[in-house]
């Protein structure tokens, strides 16, 4: 007969750490869901308001704004369900916990912001060559009050900058924010003068700044998915301290990571002079790790010297 999973006590009991183990719980705690809900409402909500206006105004800026905040809308929402995964303690399937959806969701948000960007440089390319006319008084009220609901959101999202995927929705917010200074700028030039080439300039100058941001989130959640070396972390130091450890003869297949952003681990092998001095070996590259690394979480095999 097939065997009967785990039970929940079980799992609990072998995901346990006991004195002289990392405190490491693979599952995240502290987060603020509930400010993520407000701004996802806000933004949400706005980006309705601004699609509507922007083709009445038939604003390049203002349209790129609303595109930003549907975007925004969406990431929000990500961001939202992983935290709310990344909360989950480990289980008998995902001994690891669910801490990666965060670092997953703020790629998937980094990527769709790449497509925005494309897609708002060709249209800007388009409008340059070819003006088109614009209806400045609407665009600047709109662009206004969108300028005031971004800066409410990016306070909110600001509040909770322990977790990465908040951070990648603020990038996001921080377009919009950046996208609502452009399109007022816009709707005042064009009020004023009836320069409509300002329109398409200044989305292509918005592009850009969200481009250089969502570069460095891409750059952080790709590192920490690919369960890179931190980024505070010297590698090459790491083997030779350790080798450097009385009764340590070689260092071998070493791998350091982030379990969680912020909870480095290690695991290794080392061949050493005599087996039963382990024990004290062992407590000296603990002390060493946790001391010149802040490395915590440590997994090693000892191996006798051939």
Known sequence: MPQSAPSTDASAHLHAHHEGDAQHGHYIEGRRPGLLAWALGLTLFFA???VVFGFVSNSLALISDAGHMVTDAASLGLALLAQLIARRPPSARHSFGFVRAEALAAFVNGLAMLAVVGWISFEAAR???HPEQVEGGTVTVVAFIGLLI???VAWLLSR???SVNTRAALVHVMGDLLGSVAALAAGLVI????WYRIDPILSVL???????STFGVLRDSYHFLMEGVPHHIDYLQVGQDLGQVPGVVSVHDLHVWDMSPGQPALIGHLEIRDLDEWPAILQEVKDVLRTRHGID??????EARH
């Open 150 to 152: 971004n800066i409410g």
């Open 160 to 162: 909770d900058q322990g």
């Open 206 to 212: 918005v592009a850009l700044l969200i481009l250089r």
């Open 191 to 194: 009020s004023y003068t009836g």
């Open 48 to 50: 309705g308001v601004e």
């Open 297 to 302: 979480h440590i997994t090693l095999q000892p």
């Open 127 to 129: 409008r340059f060559s």
